[in-house]
């Protein structure tokens, strides 16, 4: 079970300004999912050491050495509000 | 009666290393270039783009470690560190919040909790409201310093005042700088310190509340914000007030401290393991590496120094710069039988001060050869001239890289040797002279020093101070 | 040779053969496979290329596979071509760069023909989840082509590709070339770079071809692995890989998971995988039961871990330096406007899920409990491969079902991933092969079955030859379908 103000409380960890209706639909679809996910608990993972990766890898590291980087108009030019050669953002609200 | 309260400080010290590249592209790492030119679909954080860590990043690192007397780390794992803030393109930071490449350590007298590796947020500059977040209206970001290597030093709290964390934060500025793995120059942010303050009653083991103090650009400032923050803390302690946790500002310009508390809710920054990077597990060589190439650290050379004489003060100077250091060392090897403490007083003190005067030169650039001035304060040492000749020969040798000794000769500056000479200098000058003359037989001793002024202005300086002190004393009857 | 029925027949291999020995031009195949895209009834396209952009960047390698066009799913990234992964948060979206996958294909002379529909961001079983509207399946256009890579299978069992680029993080290559009657093929996590792609879940993305046939799978697949330098978790496959010619599959032996096929499989799909048993057992293969004791709990699991990835994955879509921004009101509402309205349902539910997972006070019963579940699945897969060579299920518990059939029901419809899961979590290879047709279980004209088979990890040559041999005597025929793709 997830409670309405949980999904409100992810929702802002999540950056999403969720409708009131899709905060009702939520509350019920998240709810449902996890009660399927609990069951995760009957597992005995007692003493498992979690996977993070399958691959056998380690010490993969790259020699520091430069490559060439975008131009900057190439790197700009997909922004939503390009200004002066940087990206431009609005600013954090004002404190209230 | 009241209470005594002691302030306690840990520190979280951001070091840039001075890599090639970005921690993990092929980016070049630059400063003060136009914005967004050095830039790649990874430090972007295009869609797709995967990290690639870079592997001097982690030898530097782990010099680090080394020389802060850390154990390395055997397995070494990265972590996503999740936040939103247009500075952190991926919205989420990689670091090492888990499994960091070096614990427990030691610098001095401060222990080293952990040393981690991470990667560099890109720079935010606030438009409009001049500059500052609140009242601006738009920021710009430059994403050029974004993906710059950086380790994190993590003390323990055992510092207690804001000039301990100067001269420690100073110590470790050094140690790094020997390493020649990042400029930790701190104006241009290579090297930043926050710093975490409480206060408690003396004798007590609990914490107090801690503040924050964020990025202070120099230690002198940091040693006056962090002063200042222990003042408000026991000024509202002892009004009954709680002290509040929160990140303050210090700005230097006022001696004032804000609070950068912001809206925004407590960070919940969600780590996970990064599933696009493997472990890296340091072999033995990497580590034999590390730790083999360590040169001698500041810490150590100073003791060195002490142990062969030379004072602290000038022992702590010469090891925090090495070209002073190896200048210092080139004269000791130049002339055998040079006294340490003394050659150590020439470097750090006339030879240190005459640079500065002749146009703030760098001792890179000096024309005087260690061996030279190994020369100068062997004629000083053997009293072949005084010593205030000597600063006058050193001018000379500043100003056009001249030999002491061809100096001395053309401007006649030997000492005066015949002592039947001197006495008539001697009682000339208490001829010329009859006031002081007058006062020091009448047992105002202090005043034998015009005596002593005039003496040496007759004879420019060529005469031994301890000669004609002890001539003068003589003729006045003392 | 060269006449249109040909060169629609024609399996990707065959084309390319053709090509080299100069029966057929590469600008003549070109151009009648644009003509085809340009038909695409299925809305299997997103994206689709003119002559001049579809060689752009081509080498003229002479190699194999040069001048066989294919079509690619919308996660990757290529430079100069519009990339969204079927979202709208990156609607518009031009890349600066290419993906290593489809720069491989690029250098071996293939032309893109377009960029596929998906599930937007790889996100869903049944292509519905699209910023773009839903694909549909060649066979029955009222149906699923299932997902994510929906686009991508439609268009090589509809005739509109001679073979496509997908990618599975679940089951989004086997379960929707299942559902389309076509060769779908995950390789070894690992075996190919996932730079350039559009990441979903990092610890499982994966990307892999959907083909006509198994030569075709091996061919395109020996044309993609290979470690990146640009992808830590790269590897690639040692001995690369070689189009497979087993007729055979003696002294091999077969594991079936029977504990994990109880319950919600269709009976025409049951019938259609005992049917390939009795093949693999005509060729000489061995069955044996197997048991796979945490398989049951892969779904729950896998709804833990790929939310939680994928909830930071797709934090960078945030207004700032690409795709849509919704707002300019101040700075928290750039990030929650924007996002709001450039995700669809799907992916903010996953996102959501994912940041519990992930919460302060969540993560050691989530994020810590599911990796470690997935440890016991990954144990589970090393005992079953020291007992058999394969693993073999149904692909999916059922064929193509309709559209909107499940979208109501967001468990219901990742339980069609049911056989596919577990193997993702392993991280083990898999291909999924038309086992024949069967009824759906409401009735209604017979649709494509798929049988999944899955090797030990970097076993893709020994997973391809067996596959190959089955694929010859089940003998199944998808030209029914190769004209169901156009409008």
């Given at each position: 079970m997830i409670e309405r103000e949980q999904v409100l409380h992810v929702a802002r960890l999540s950056r999403l300004r969720l409708s009131e209706e899709e905060i009702d639909t939520l509350t019920g679809e998240l709810s449902s999912v996890l009660d399927h996910v609990d069951k995760l608990a009957e597992v005995d993972i007692e003493g498992v050491e979690p996977t993070s990766h399958v691959v056998p890898l380690e010490n993969v590291l790259r020699d520091d050495e430069p490559r060439p980087s975008l131009d900057r108009d190439v790197a700009l030019s997909q922004a939503p509000d390009a200004h002066d050669g940087a990206f431009r953002v609005p600013s954090p609200q004002a404190e209230a | 009666m009241s209470t005594e309260y002691e302030a306690v400080i840990g520190l979280e010290i951001h070091v840039q290393l001075s890599t090639k590249t970005k921690m993990f592209c092929g980016c070049e790492l630059s400063f003060g270039d136009d914005a967004n030119v050095h830039t790649c679909p990874v430090c972007l954080a295009l869609p797709g783009v995967l990290p690639a860590p870079n592997r001097t990043a982690f030898e530097y690192a782990l010099k680090i470690g080394a020389a802060l007397d850390c154990e390395l780390s055997s397995f070494n794992s990265f972590d996503r560190k999740n936040y939103f803030y247009p500075d952190n393109p991926k919205a989420y930071q990689i670091t090492q919040a888990v499994n960091p490449f070096a614990v427990n350590g030691k610098l001095g007298e401060v222990r080293i909790h952990h040393a981690h590796l991470e990667e560099d947020a890109a720079k935010t500059i606030h438009t409009g409201g001049a500059g500052r977040i609140q009242g601006s209206d738009a920021s710009l970001v430059d994403f050029?310093?974004?993906g710059t290597p950086l380790v994190e030093i993590v003390t323990e709290p055992d510092l207690h005042s804001g000039a301990q964390v100067r001269e420690w934060g100073q110590l470790l500025r050094a140690t790094i700088k020997q390493l020649g793995v990042s400029d930790v120059n701190m104006e241009e942010g290579s090297l930043r310190c926050d710093a975490n303050v409480s206060i408690r009653p003396a004798g007590s083991s609990e914490l107090g509340t801690k503040t924050e103090m964020k990025n202070m650009n120099s230690f002198r400032f940091i040693e006056r914000g962090i002063d200042a923050e222990i003042a408000r803390q026991k000024a509202l302690v002892e009004a009954g007030e709680p002290v509040v946790q929160e990140t303050l500002h210090f700005d230097p310009s006022t001696g004032e401290l804000h609070s950068l508390r912001s809206k925004e809710e407590a960070h919940d920054y969600r780590y996970l393991p990064e599933p696009d990077l493997v472990p890296v597990v340091p072999t033995q060589a990497m580590l034999d590496e590390a730790r083999n190439s360590l040169p001698e650290l500041p810490a150590a050379r100073a003791a060195r120094y002490e142990e062969i004489g030379v004072s602290e003060q000038a022992a702590l100077l010469l090891s925090f710069e090495t070209d002073w250091a190896e200048y210092f060392e080139g004269v000791l090897a130049a002339k055998k039988g040079v006294d340490p403490r003394v050659a150590a007083n020439w470097v750090t003190g006339e030879l240190s001060a005459e640079l500065r005067k002749q146009d703030e030169q760098p001792l890179a650039e000096t024309k005087v050869e260690p061996a030279a001035l190994a020369t100068l304060i062997g004629l000083v040492a053997e009293k072949k001239i005084s010593h205030g000749a000597g600063k006058t020969v050193l001018e000379e040798m500043v100003a056009s890289g001249a030999d002491p000794e061809t100096v001395v000769a053309d401007k006649g500056l030997e000492q005066i040797s015949d002592s039947g000479e001197l006495e008539k200098i001697v009682i000339q000058a208490i001829e010329d002279n009859p006031k002081p003359s007058e006062q020091v037989r009448s047992g105002n001793e202090k005043a034998i020093g015009a005596l002593v002024g005039a003496v040496m202005k007759a004879t420019q300086g060529r005469a031994d101070g301890g000669e004609v002190n002890r001539l003068l004393r003589q003729h006045l009857g003392l | 040779m060269g006449n249109n029925t040909e060169l629609l027949a024609a399996s990707g291999a065959e084309t390319a053969a053709q090509i080299a020995a100069g029966e057929v031009s590469a600008a003549e195949v070109l151009d009648f496979w644009l003509a085809r895209a340009a038909g695409d009834g299925l809305n299997g396209y997103l994206w689709q290329a003119d002559r001049d952009s579809a060689l752009s960047g081509v080498a003229d390698s002479g190699g194999p596979l040069a001048g066989a066009p294919i079509a690619i799913k919308d996660i990757f990234c290529t430079e100069g071509v519009p990339t969204t992964a079927a979202s709208k948060i990156l609607s518009g979206y031009v890349p600066p760069y290419t993906a290593t996958a489809v720069g491989h294909l690029r250098a071996a002379g293939m032309p893109m023909l377009g960029k596929t529909n998906m599930d937007e961001f790889a996100?869903?079983?049944?292509?519905?989840?699209?910023a773009f509207g839903a694909c549909l399946n060649p066979?029955?256009?009222?149906?699923v082509p299932g997902g994510s890579s929906g686009g991508s299978a439609a268009v090589v069992a509809g005739g509109l590709a001679p073979w496509s680029l997908g990618t599975d993080t679940g089951g989004s290559i086997r379960q929707p070339a299942g559902f389309c009657g076509i060769v779908g093929l995950k390789p070894t996590y690992g075996a190919i770079s996932r730079f350039g792609m559009i990441a979903f879940a990092s610890s499982l993305d994966q990307c892999g071809p959907l083909t006509r046939d198994v030569t075709d799978a091996a061919l395109l697949l020996a044309a993609l692995q290979g470690r990146d330098e640009m992808d830590s978790t790269s590897v690639g496959i040692e001995g690369g890989i070689e189009a497979p010619s087993a007729e055979r599959l003696d002294g091999l032996t077969f594991g079936v998971p029977r504990d994990l096929m109880r319950?919600?499989?269709?009976a025409g799909v049951l019938a259609r995988f005992e049917d390939t048993l009795i093949r693999i057992a005509e060729l000489g293969g061995e069955i044996v039961d197997i048991e796979l004791p945490h398989a049951e709990h892969a779904i729950s699991a896998y709804y833990v871990l790929a939310p939680a990835e994928a909830s930071t994955n797709l934090s960078r879509y945030d207004g700032v330096r690409y795709g849509l921004r919704a707002s300019d009101e101040d700075l928290l509402s750039m990030y929650e406007v924007t996002r709001e309205e450039g995700f669809g349902p799907e992916v903010k539910r996953r996102i959501m899920l994912g940041t519990y997972a992930l919460s302060s006070g969540y993560y050691d019963a989530y994020y810590g409990g599911a990796q470690r579940v997935r440890t016991r699945i990954v144990e589970d897969f090393q005992d079953a491969f020291g007992q058999v060579d394969f693993v073999v299920t149904?692909?999916?518990?059922?064929v193509a079902f309709e559209l909107?059939?499940?979208?109501?029901d967001p468990w219901s419809m990742y339980l069609s991933d049911i056989f596919t899961v577990p193997i993702s979590l392993a991280g083990v290879p898999a291909i999924s092969i038309p086992a024949g047709l069967a009824e759906p279980e409401g009735g209604g004209p017979e649709l494509p079955v798929g049988f999944q088979i899955a090797a030990p990890a970097f076993a893709e040559q020994k997973l391809l030859e067996a596959a190959h041999a089955l694929e010859g005597a089940i003998g199944f025929d998808g030209s029914a379908a190769l004209e169901g793709g156009l409008a």
């Open positions: - | 050029n310093r974004g | 996100m869903g079983s049944s292509n519905e989840n699209s066979w029955d256009t009222g149906r319950e919600g499989i269709e149904p692909t999916s518990p059922t909107g059939e499940k979208t109501a």
